[in-house]
């Protein structure tokens, strides 16, 4: 959880949301994941909502800015 802690405070300074939002779960997979969610309300973490959708080079782009952050 400290990991996760991290890694969410950078997202929230590069990602414009109210919060993080975090769920520890494992319907997809035979084990547990943290997820980190940006949020600015609780239903921002209903899984069955539409995700939005990004390219693979804009999930790049992300991943260095909350890298750099």
Known sequence: MPFA????????????CDRIGVSVIGLEVPHAHVHLIPIDSLHDMDFSRPKVKLSN?????????IRKA
Request: neutral net charge.
């Open 57 to 65: 080079e804009e999930l790049a782009a992300l991943a260095e800015r």
């Open 5 to 16: 802690q991290g890694v969410a405070k950078r997202m929230a300074a590069v990602i414009p």
